[in-house]
């Protein structure tokens, strides 16, 4: 039968309306638009057979014709047994109709547009107007309107602090100038109230333009525009569109070649992109030289078009459809896995996001991208990382401690560094915007007031670094930290810290360090650790320990054999010590080596004491190094404590 053959009816058999002209109100005038049969319409038929047309009304007619059209075109499947229609009113103030679906492995929804070809269809969100190049004049149109919404109308996203602040450089484009060329200008030259923007990128594999020793005077007369690279001369672009005359880029505002200039400079950067009016992030881009303006391609990104016939003697009603997917932030932006950018993200008063497939917005009160109104089911800010808001939201220390053990160390050490050695430089403008909250002492990537939490990081399957770094801290190691959620139970302290302290290696406060040491007050308890090329262990408690067990050990990074004297009997023990960065995987015969625990934290709840693993320095005599850490369950703490003296050790 032909869509167009359809007769008046008294009751649908598909959705069960009473008679076709009930159901037909629902079209003509949006405004009449009940609850049912439309936002809860729920028909029980397979996904895979269409239903007669000439039994249904004109709503299910032609939703079937939409989803049956889609599903040749398409590959994907109902989110629930039953067929779902969905309605809201979108961004424009149009209803905006669709059907969820499921594509794998993304979540989907099927958009249409009845009377597509009619005045009627005016009061309906059109589903064929993507925006298709992101430097187009509607691309340009679109982020204007977010910026401005957001200066307008979102107090939180006000400086409050750092009024008139800019960069020792800035980049100056000028105005509304297409063509005109860029210049290196000083922070003198440029007004005290003029705002700016900050770009957010990775260089990649080739290096951009760079402002050196030998070429910082001639960038500061002027930058031919098309010497920049491709995601620079986009990023120029955009600020030119948002009317902005001045943006930060590292490699041609910090003197690339200076070191003392790069250690001045990149300890500023809470303050460059926490003041920036925007941080425009090149995200889809892999290198400076790929840029980010272009053509997107989108999984489903053909219109297909149903054809339905309500009155012979008129022509066919057509309804446009388009199959649209919700793809996860960090599979569109290359950026989110580079350890920069994750903290100009956290800094950002206002974030843009160029990924692969769309334009994605982030403030202190909104999170906005070119399709999530598609989206019934859409929670605002689901990918925003709201440092600024969180920071204000924690009232304790406590609190802001697990913030920073369970989010953002996690969240940080996942991502990549070209530059190992830059691990804590990287992560230091966050680290500031921290202590400016609660005024704690930051101990190489720690807080002097959390440090018998802090102290107990779990990593697996580490390495060491490159460069120095205390053992007892996490930048010791190269892998991800995994999140404790250490304060979920009533816990207690078993240790107390002496003192603590760091030898800076730069004026950052929150930079690298050239030495660290804690000087660690608790019980001792003598273990062996049995381990094989570093990769398979386990702890072994001694005689004194009856009614405690290990219940999990996390080495920190492969182990090798270490001979050392007791410090108590002065007896030469085997113990065990990290591998050197120069050596590689020890390869050899199952091992057994005599080390301490040292707990430091009790919970009640659970009866676990959770203590490090130690082993005696290579580098510093009578200190020791941390090797891991290590969970016990007991069943009486006082009688497993009671037989160790306390003692105070250094911890290197």
């Known amino acids: ?68 059209g889609a599903k040749r075109d398409y590959r994907f499947h109902l989110k629930r047994p039953k067929a779902r229609l969905t ?104 007004q005290e109230d003029a705002p700016f923007a900050a770009l957010s990128y990775c260089w990649g594999d080739s290096e951009p333009l760079r402002t050196q020793k030998d070429s910082i005077e001639s960038h500061m007369a002027v930058i031919p525009l098309e010497d920049l690279p491709a995601t620079l001369e986009d990023a120029v672009a955009v600020v030119r569109a948002l009317g902005l005359r001045y943006i930060w880029i590292d490699s041609l505002c910090i003197v690339q070649d200076d070191g003392a200039d790069w250690e001045r400079e990149s300890a500023q950067m809470d ?17 400076a030289c790929d840029g980010f303006l272009r053509d997107r391609g989108r999984s489903g990104s053909h219109v297909g078009c149903a054809s339905l016939t309500l009155d012979a003697k008129a022509d066919p009603i057509e309804t446009k459809y388009r199959l649209v997917t919700k793809r996860p932030h960090a599979e569109d932006c290359h950026i989110d896995g580079r350890a920069w950018p994750f903290q100009e993200r956290l800094l950002a008063r206002r974030y843009l996001a160029y990924t692969e497939h769309e334009m994605r917005w982030e403030c202190r009160e909104d999170s906005l991208c070119e399709y999530a109104w598609a989206f019934p089911e859409q929670e605002p800010g689901a990918w925003r990382y709201d440092l600024a808001n969180k920071l204000d939201e924690i009232a304790t220390l406590s609190g802001l401690m697990d913030f920073w053990r369970d989010d953002v160390l996690p969240g940080y050490t996942s991502k990549e560094l070209t530059v190992h050695s830059d691990k804590l430089v990287a992560l230091s403008g966050v680290a ?69 302290s760091v030898a800076l290696s730069t004026t950052n406060p929150f930079g690298p360090v050239s030495d660290g040491v804690i000087k660690l ?38 182990l090798v054999a270490f001979p050392t004297s007791d410090q108590v009997t002065g007896r030469t023990v085997t113990s065990a010590r ?75």
């Not at 319409?41 to 989803?67: F, G, H, Q």
């Not at 190094?625 to 290197?652: K, M, N, Q, Y």
């Open 1 to 68: 039968m032909n869509d167009s053959d359809m007769a008046p009816l008294t009751k649908c058999l598909t959705c069960g309306a009473e008679s076709d002209e009930d159901s037909s109100k629902i079209w003509p005038d949006p405004q009449f638009l009940p609850r049912s049969p439309l936002e809860d319409w729920d028909v029980d038929w397979k996904s895979n057979e269409r239903p007669a047309l000439d039994r249904s009304c004109v709503v299910c007619a032609t939703i079937i014709s939409v989803y049956f």
């Open 87 to 190: 309605y809201r009113i979108a961004p424009s103030g149009r209803y905006l109709l669709g059907i969820p679906v499921y594509t794998k492995p993304y979540e989907g929804i099927i958009l249409f547009h009845p009377f597509a070809n009619t005045p009627l269809g005016e009061q309906y969100e059109p589903c064929d107007k993507f925006i298709r190049n992101s430097g187009s004049p509607e691309a340009f149109e679109l982020v204007r309107k977010w910026l401005d919404t957001c200066r307008k109308h979102h107090p939180k996203c006000s400086l409050t602090s750092e009024e008139g602040y800019h960069p020792t450089r800035l980049l100056d484009i000028g105005f509304d100038a297409d063509h005109e060329n860029p210049r290196v200008v000083l922070q003198s030259e440029v």
């Open 271 to 287: 303050n460059v992109y926490g003041n920036a009016e925007l941080v425009l992030a090149a995200a889809a881009a892999f290198s």
């Open 432 to 500: 500031s915007r921290f202590q400016r909250k609660h005024g704690d002492t930051y101990l190489a990537g720690l807080w002097r007031e959390d440090l018998i939490y802090g102290l107990l990081w779990r990593a697996e399957e580490g390495m060491p670094e490159n460069f120095y770094a205390p053992s007892w801290s996490w930048t010791s190691v190269d892998t991800q930290i995994i999140e404790q959620h250490m304060r979920v139970v009533p816990s207690t302290s078993l240790a107390d810290i002496v003192d603590a």
């Open 521 to 558: 007050g608790g019980r001792m308890i003598e273990a062996k650790l049995h381990f094989h090329a570093g990769k398979s262990w386990r702890v072994e408690l001694g005689t004194k320990s009856k009614g405690t067990h290990v219940q999990a050990v996390s080495l920190d990074m492969p």
């Open 578 to 652: 990290r591998i050197f960065h120069t050596e590689g995987e020890p390869l050899g015969t199952a091992l057994t080596s005599v080390v301490w625990l040292i707990p430091l934290v009790f919970e009640e709840e659970r009866g676990c004491i959770r203590a490090l693993v130690l082993g005696p320095s290579p580098t510093h005599p009578r200190c020791f190094e941390r090797l891991g850490c290590v969970s016990l369950c007991t069943s009486d703490l006082e009688a497993f404590l009671a037989e160790r003296d306390t003692l105070v050790l250094s911890l290197v």
